[in-house]
């Protein structure tokens, strides 16, 4: 297992960010701010290979893991996620044991795999500097995949079941758009989609992650086993930031 997965697994629960705003300066500063992990967005974010490589020159200094959701699980923009130096990857929408078995495939060089083979250009070969990298490169892979709908919860049971799968995420959001429910994520009916999900990843055996929609969502889901917890989101917290600002000013006047 990765160094993160291994994190995941045995460690107390870790703390992340969304990283939405696609450039390097806010991701230094986030990098800064003490979480355990930052979701470098690939899937809604305006990232290109070129800001995601910028950010992660730009927190490479910080004690932080730099985890990228990518826009689809294709294996080839998994090979060029990972050529750029991630070695966490969230790929959403996962909804069968058999398209789990392909992402995972999409990790690792042949014969097991079916990653692009690619080193002295590869910067997370060190530009051929690691001349083990493409012996060993799939044992520091962290991947996890993310259930986000009704028919990813009827396989969750399979899809935790496939060798090379480290973690699964719940995301809310799309959940309560496939339950009917668009928008409304604290809905009872998806909140309790949620904990079967939670509990069956459980029972598995590995790590479940979430995105909360709020601090006390976050402690209780903490409280409930879930390994790691995306807390918020660098846009939300500038949104929330300049409000704050504006209404002292005007509470003041």
Not at 51 to 64: C, D, E, G, I, N
Not at 65 to 73: F, L
Request: charged share 20%.
């Amino acid at each position: 297992m990765s160094r993160f997965g291994d994190r995941l697994a045995t460690g107390p629960a870790a703390l992340g960010l969304w990283q939405a705003l696609a450039t390097p300066y806010t991701a230094e500063i986030c990098a800064g701010a003490g979480f355990d992990w930052l979701m470098f967005d690939g899937e809604h974010a305006p990232n290109t290979l070129q800001t995601l490589l910028a950010q992660l020159h730009a927190v490479s200094s910080h004690p932080v893991e730099p985890m990228a959701r990518v826009p689809i699980g294709s294996a080839e923009v998994i090979k060029q996620y990972l050529d750029i130096g991630f070695s966490t990857l969230l790929v959403p929408m996962v909804e069968s044991a058999e398209q789990a078995a392909e992402i995972v495939a999409a990790t690792r060089f042949p014969p097991t795999g079916v990653r692009g083979v690619a080193s002295a250009t590869s910067r997370a070969s060190g530009f051929g500097a690691n001349a083990t990298y493409l012996r060993d490169a799939h044992k520091d892979i962290c991947l996890i995949v993310q259930i986000e709908s009704r028919v990813g919860l009827d396989a969750i049971d399979a899809i935790a079941a496939v060798e090379g799968v480290d973690a699964l995420f719940v995301g809310p959001a799309d959940l309560a758009g496939s339950l009917g429910h668009l928008g409304d994520p604290r809905h009872p009916e998806v909140q309790a989609a949620i904990t079967h999900a939670l509990a069956r990843i459980a029972a598995a055996g590995k790590p479940a992650g979430i995105f909360a929609v709020s601090p006390d969502d976050a402690r209780e889901k903490i409280a409930a086993g879930v390994r790691f917890v995306s807390i918020g989101t660098d846009i939300g917290l500038l949104v929330a930031g300049a409000k704050a600002l504006l209404k002292k000013v005007n509470d003041a006047s």
